[in-house]
């Protein structure tokens, strides 16, 4: 099945807004082992998106567009696919009535221009819109498929989630199931040489994906039921877990924060930190954590010296330790030339390490972070 994507908006071309939809329904169709062939934005101009529109639906399966579902006179997804269709739009009494108690309960009275949100052709199914005023569309016709999403990326989410999630899975007539295992402490390249066998393989599929926190590996199974898919993603996640071992961290959900509060918690520690290069950052990533309050104490931001060392960062690491009477200290700590150092206190062993890292500053401080999480997983599971 070839998918595309169309998201509209003048907001967009002008770099008013960044859009986040695009990204979310991109990995949102790899899960499901649909393939993307093409993506683009289009402004509110009717003959353009009419172009744009039309070119999809000769190319292409099943064709997502977002925004464009709004009240407003620039609000045309809508009047685009009936063009495309040669199907002309009328109110719908039950959508009308949604639309109307939306605004009653909130004691606002409902523009005349919001009815046309209460609109379908004779081929669209209305998508319910949980967030907002505007239903999605689902249009099949000819064999084809186009799925019209609001813009705002809560509804549009929570929609996928509750309205086109189970179509699709309906639609390709089985279960599809994917698990996204996180690896760190190697690289993207050496990662595909050692999965080389599995990544022409089609069922279950293998992404590898480049992430700030490491290197993302999505396995994607089919299955006639969902344990007969899930066994399939077992399966070969076991094998992963075989060749790569400790350089998995982590899967699905799951943060580096919080996999390092879980580990604090199962031991019964506490954790503060000191940190310069960071300048508070590592601090508000421990804090962010639900269940942070169990075990984060606190940090203290360092003045930069730019003479750094290890020394200095386990100095560092044991001053936050006392400090806040806690269990373990970590710190980072910026030196010359690029070079970073981590440590560890734990009041009877420590641990401190030298690293440096490519890019800019955002990118350094958001790698330093990440490496330094790591780093406290392995001082609390090993000890040293």
Known sequence: ????????????????????????????????????????AVGDNFA??????????????????????????GDITREVIAGLLGEKMAVVPELKEILTG????????????????????????ALPNLCGTAPGWWVERDGRTIV?????????????????LPRLEAKSGAIILSRTL????????????LLSDFLCQSDPTLGIYAKYDGIHLRITAKGATRPAAAAKVA????????????????????????????ILGEERLSLACSETLTTGMLGQTLAGNAESCRHFKGGIMVPAAGHGSAGRALEMASAARRQFSADIGLAIDAGEGGKVFIAAD????????????????????RRAITHALIFLRD??????
């Open 1 to 40: 099945m070839k998918a595309e994507i169309i998201t509209s908006g003048t907001e967009l071309l002008l770099g008013e807004i960044t859009d986040t939809n695009t990204p979310f329904i991109a990995g949102q169709l790899a899960a499901l082992g649909i393939d993307l062939y093409y993506t683009s």
């Open 102 to 125: 939306f605004f009653t309960r909130r004691g606002v009275e409902m523009p005349q221009n919001n009815f046309k949100q209460a609109t379908l052709i004779p081929s669209a199914a």
């Open 235 to 262: 399966g070969r996640e076991a094998q992963l877990r075989e060749i790569l071992g400790d350089h998995i961290w982590g899967a699905d959900e799951d943060t580096l924060d919080s996999v390092v509060g879980h």
């Open 379 to 384: 001082f609390l599971r090993t000890g040293d």
């Open 148 to 164: 019209a999403l609001p813009g705002p990326p809560i509804e549009l989410q929570d929609m996928w989630r509750h309205e086109v």
């Open 48 to 73: 353009r998106y009419s172009g744009l529109l039309r070119q999809a639906w000769e190319r292409s399966d099943i064709i997502f567009t977002t925004g464009g579902l709004g009240p407003t006179q």
């Open 182 to 193: 996180k690896v760190w402490g190697i690289t993207e390249g050496r990662v595909d040489e």
């Open 346 to 365: 734990s009041g009877m062993k420590n641990k401190s390490i030298e690293a440096g890292y490519p890019g800019g500053q955002q990118q350094v401080v």
